[in-house]
């Protein structure tokens, strides 16, 4: 079967080394999907890439056949901008390579590496970038939009690693971004999104993580609204080699949770202390002692075992719907909203996981990097999952609800990288805050027709700069 391309998809393929996927063809109908099953889009043909050539012979092509240039990295985002309908789709996932310089403690890695191979290969030197909690998150997607996780507290957010990048423009020119070269792009892909180019590779700082004490701890429901204010008042606080984020989870009924507790529904917080195991346990005590957990899983613990911990709960494939608030404070009211929809998680899957924002993070100006919410508390990410369309439905309702409950405590915008795409304009424009004029600025010079528009979008001023 012929593509509406086909002659000039033709022309495309002597130039690739990787694959042209037309409709028709099995692993176009394979690769059109992504991690959210909820999200069904065809695009007019799928360029997966072999190396940069590749990347720029596509996105001269998207531009010549005057369609929009969708990018994937991971393919995680669950809004579905890794995919797009009828446009053109520049895959990266067989942009997987990575070098580690452990004695300068930086590591290039392609733009279609996930965290979890990240975290493998810096590991092996005793190192990390701070990411994802999910292995199989891209870490394209996932540093474009300001990137957090475990270490985030303590090394800040994975744009703020960043140090340089190879981004192909919509010009089709490879460019070397660093602090001396296009300062300004540099900026603005550190939290700005895919609206700027392919960044075909990512060279971050990596820092120390050999000892790592995590895992979660589980609490009854009758304790949650002492759990919720004391540690709002702890994690203020708390070193910054301490993360710790708060959620509800329904037990999974499997080891190595106790048989006691399976299908129990509980609040959880999700441990990682940077340093030994009794500095750990000194840390965490004042939490601890005041409201025992019910029970502990926390323990030593390899970095990329901690980081793959919840991989089993989040396989590809799932329905998803999530939605996102920034909050500045938790106050009793907001811990009120937690009491009253946590406990309505409809299965092992959902959960809503309200990650802390502050220490390193708080570091960095507003201004410093597009990611401008530098001083929120909390990303509180109410996270839809089912096994089937239909199931999915009810939990929809469940995350709107939960969400407007607790939008009125927030700043009036979420995290980019966990909005759904159905949030108003004035929603995903705050979430730029107020770096968008510089955003737009800089979109306009280097993307003046928008190429790059399958993304939460900055749209370029109308007359060229
Ligand atoms: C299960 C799960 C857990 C998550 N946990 C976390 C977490 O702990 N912390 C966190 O910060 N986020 C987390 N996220 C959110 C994640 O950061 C976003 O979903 C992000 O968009 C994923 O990146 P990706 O490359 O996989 O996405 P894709 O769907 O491939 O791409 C998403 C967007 O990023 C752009 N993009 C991706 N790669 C590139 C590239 N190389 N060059 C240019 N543009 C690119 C694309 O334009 C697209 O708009 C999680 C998501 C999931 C599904």
Same mark, same amino acid.
Request: hydrophobic share 40%; aromatic share 10%; with cysteine.
């Given at each position: 079967?012929?593509?509406?391309?086909?002659?000039?998809? *033709?022309?495309?393929?002597?130039?690739?080394?990787?694959?042209?996927?037309?409709?028709?063809?099995?692993?176009?109908?394979?690769?059109?999907?992504?991690?959210?099953?909820?999200?069904?889009? @065809?695009?007019?043909?799928?360029?997966? #890439?072999? *190396?940069?050539?590749?990347?720029?012979?596509?996105?001269?092509? $998207?531009?010549?056949?005057?369609?929009?240039?969708? /990018?994937?990295?991971?393919? @995680?985002?669950?809004?579905? =901008?890794?995919?797009?309908?009828?446009?053109?789709?520049?895959?990266? &996932?067989?942009?997987?390579?990575?070098?580690?310089?452990?004695?300068?403690?930086?590591?290039?890695?392609?733009?279609? #590496?996930?965290?979890?191979?990240?975290?493998? $290969?810096?590991?092996?030197?005793?190192?990390?970038?701070?990411?994802?909690? /999910?292995?199989?998150?891209?870490?394209?997607?996932?540093?474009?939009?300001?990137?957090?996780?475990?270490?985030?507290? +303590?090394?800040?957010?994975? #744009?703020?690693?960043?140090?340089?990048?190879?981004?192909?423009?919509?010009?089709?020119?490879? %460019?070397?971004?660093?602090?001396?070269?296009?300062?300004?792009?540099?900026?603005?892909?550190?939290?700005?999104?895919?609206?700027?180019?392919?960044?075909?590779?990512?060279?971050?700082?990596?820092?120390?993580?050999?000892? /790592?004490?995590?895992?979660?701890?589980?609490?009854? =429901?009758?304790?949650?609204?002492?759990?919720?204010?004391?540690?709002? +008042?702890?994690?203020?606080? $708390?070193?910054?080699?301490?993360?710790?984020?708060?959620?509800? @989870?329904?037990?999974?009924?499997?080891?190595?949770?106790?048989?006691?507790?399976?299908?129990?529904?509980?609040?959880? /917080?999700?441990? #990682?202390?940077?340093?030994?195991?009794?500095?750990?346990?000194?840390?965490?005590?004042?939490?601890? &002692?005041?409201?025992?957990?019910?029970?502990?899983?926390?323990?030593?613990?390899?970095?990329?075992?901690?980081?793959?911990?919840?991989?089993?709960?989040?396989?590809?494939?799932?329905?998803?719907?999530?939605?996102?608030?920034?909050?500045?404070?938790?106050?009793?009211?907001?811990?009120?909203?937690?009491?009253?929809?946590?406990? %309505?998680?409809?299965?092992? @899957?959902?959960?809503?996981?309200?990650?802390?924002?502050?220490?390193?993070?708080?570091?960095?100006?507003?201004? !410093?990097?597009?990611?401008?919410?530098?001083?929120? +508390?909390?990303?509180?990410?109410?996270?839809?999952?089912?096994?089937?369309?239909?199931?999915?439905?009810?939990?929809? +309702?469940?995350?709107?609800?939960?969400?407007?409950?607790?939008?009125?405590?927030?700043?009036?915008?979420?995290?980019?990288?966990?909005?759904?795409?159905?949030?108003? *304009?004035?929603?995903?424009?705050?979430?730029?805050?107020?770096?968008? *004029?510089?955003?737009?600025?800089?979109?306009? !010079?280097?993307?003046?027709?928008?190429?790059?528009?399958?993304?939460?979008?900055?749209?370029?001023?109308? $007359?060229?700069?």
């Amino acid at each position: 079967m012929e593509g509406e391309f086909t002659p000039r998809a *033709d022309a495309l393929r002597h130039k690739f080394r990787g694959e042209v996927l037309e409709p028709g063809d099995p692993v176009f109908e394979q690769m059109r999907r992504v991690y959210n099953a909820n999200i069904d889009r @065809h695009p007019a043909l799928i360029a997966r #890439c072999r *190396d940069v050539a590749d990347v720029i012979a596509a996105v001269d092509f $998207a531009r010549e056949t005057g369609r929009a240039a969708a /990018i994937r990295g991971g393919g @995680h985002n669950v809004g579905g =901008l890794g995919t797009v309908d009828d446009e053109v789709l520049i895959d990266l &996932s067989n942009l997987r390579g990575i070098r580690v310089e452990p004695k300068k403690r930086r590591v290039r890695v392609e733009g279609g #590496c996930t965290i979890g191979e990240l975290d493998h $290969a810096t590991c092996a030197f005793g190192l990390a970038v701070p990411a994802g909690i /999910i292995s199989t998150t891209g870490v394209g997607g996932l540093t474009l939009g300001g990137g957090f996780g475990h270490l985030s507290r +303590q090394y800040g957010l994975t #744009c703020d690693s960043l140090c340089s990048a190879d981004i192909v423009t919509a010009d089709g020119k490879l %460019r070397y971004v660093d602090k001396d070269h296009h300062p300004d792009l540099l900026w603005a892909i550190k939290g700005g999104g895919g609206n700027y180019g392919v960044v075909t590779s990512f060279e971050f700082a990596a820092h120390p993580a050999k000892s /790592i004490i995590g895992g979660p701890m589980f609490w009854s =429901l009758d304790h949650t609204e002492e759990l919720f204010a004391a540690y709002d +008042q702890f994690i203020r606080r $708390a070193p910054t080699q301490v993360s710790a984020f708060i959620s509800f @989870h329904i037990v999974p009924p499997m080891p190595p949770f106790p048989k006691d507790h399976h299908l129990e529904t509980m609040c959880a /917080i999700v441990w #990682c202390y940077n340093g030994s195991e009794a500095e750990a346990k000194e840390v965490m005590e004042p939490l601890t &002692s005041r409201i025992p957990p019910t029970f502990s899983m926390v323990g030593p613990i390899a970095y990329t075992e901690l980081q793959s911990m919840f991989d089993g709960l989040m396989p590809h494939g799932l329905h998803h719907y999530w939605k996102s608030v920034f909050l500045r404070d938790l106050p009793a009211e907001a811990i009120e909203v937690h009491k009253e929809f946590g406990p %309505r998680v409809a299965n092992i @899957h959902t959960t809503m996981h309200m990650y802390p924002l502050n220490g390193a993070v708080h570091r960095v100006g507003p201004k !410093e990097t597009a990611f401008n919410y530098r001083d929120v +508390q909390y990303a509180a990410n109410i996270v839809g999952i089912a096994e089937t369309a239909e199931g999915l439905e009810p939990i929809k +309702q469940w995350v709107r609800e939960y969400f407007e409950a607790l939008e009125p405590y927030s700043v009036g915008t979420g995290y980019t990288n966990f909005l759904f795409g159905d949030e108003d *304009d004035k929603m995903i424009r705050a979430a730029f805050g107020d770096n968008y *004029d510089r955003l737009v600025a800089i979109k306009t !010079e280097y993307d003046p027709d928008n190429l790059f528009r399958i993304n939460h979008n900055i749209r370029p001023a109308k $007359a060229r700069a």
